[in-house]
Nanobody
Framework: VQLQASGGGLVQAGGSMRLSCAAS????????LGWVRQAPGKEPEVAAAISRSSGNTYYADSTKGRFTISRDNAKKTVYLQMNSLKFEDAGIYYC????????????????????WGQGTQVTVSS
């Protein structure tokens, strides 16, 4: 599967932004998905993840309550709605995927994802 992220850019602190990631070349609903972010000088982290069935989601402690991950299997797209953005949310956001037969599983470590998009930059300004 190929992944193409979009929607990044410049946003003021406290603002909102929605990232999208369109998939092609695979059977989308066979993949669990995640948004992995990397800030300068920091280790990458899974900001949010969603299972194949959308029945399970995961959020890092730093994003819980502010970010929402969702997927539209008909459109082969995964979204990340980010609200109340903070300076520490800045970084490159990658959508990532792995194929699984389990409909409800989620992976929370970046190394566990097999397919990656090209990343989209999120910059948070004052």
């Amino acid at each position: 599967v190929q992944l193409q992220a979009s929607g990044g850019g410049l946003v003021q602190a406290g603002g909102s932004m929605r990232l999208s990631c369109a998939a092609s070349g695979g059977i989308f609903n066979r993949y669990a998905l995640g948004w992995v972010r990397q800030a300068p000088g920091k280790e990458p982290e899974v900001a949010a993840a969603i299972s194949r069935s959308s029945g399970n989601t995961y959020y890092a402690d730093s994003t819980k309550g502010r970010f929402t991950i969702s997927r539209d299997n008909a459109k082969k797209t995964v979204y990340l709605q980010m609200n109340s953005l903070k300076f520490e949310d800045a970084g490159i956001y990658y959508c990532a995927a792995y194929q699984t037969i389990m409909t409800g599983t989620i992976r929370t470590r970046p190394s566990e994802y097999d397919h990656w998009g090209q990343g989209t930059q999120v910059t948070v300004s004052s």
